[in-house]
C-alpha cells in the first residue's frame, strides 16, 4: 500500500534529536542518501544540519552523514510487530561512516543487527 504525505516520517526539513555523545543536541533533516524518496525510515543514512550543539566534534551549522534510529512512525518488522518511538532522533557519523560520539544514549532496534552497523550496535546498551 502507498503511504500518505501526511504521515510523520522523516521529510526533509525535520528535527530531530541527537542521541549519542557528539556534543550535538538538535539537527535539521536537509537530504537523503541513496535514495529518490521524500521521505527517511529507521535505518536510512541522512545529511543534517546542526542546530544545537556544545563541545568540538560537532559545532552550530556544521552539515554532517547521521543515521536514523527512532521515528514516532510505527516501523513495521517481517514478524508482524511494529515499533514506534515517542520521538525523532539520529546518531551523528563521520564521512566514512563510523559513529562520531563513543556513547548512544538510546536502545537501538533489530534494524541495526547488521554488519554495516555493527560499530553502531556495539555502542548501544542493546537492541531490542
Known sequence: P????????IPRGAFLRVVDNSGAKLAQAIGFYG??????FVGDVIKVAI????GEKATVGSMKKAVIVETKFPTH???????????????????K???????????LGYEFNKPRWKR?????????
Open 51 to 54: 542546530k544545537e550543539a556544545k
Open 2 to 9: 502507498r503511504i500518505s504525505p501526511s504521515c510523520n516520517m
Open 97 to 107: 561512516g563510523a559513529p562520531l560520539g563513543n556513547r548512544i544514549k538510546s536502545l
Open 77 to 95: 518488522r517481517k514478524n508482524g510487530s511494529h515499533i514506534q518511538y515517542l520521538r525523532n532522533s539520529c546518531v551523528l557519523l563521520s564521512e
Open 35 to 40: 535514495q529518490q524518496g521524500q521521505y527517511g
Open 120 to 128: 553502531l550496535s556495539m555502542l548501544s546498551k542493546r537492541l531490542f
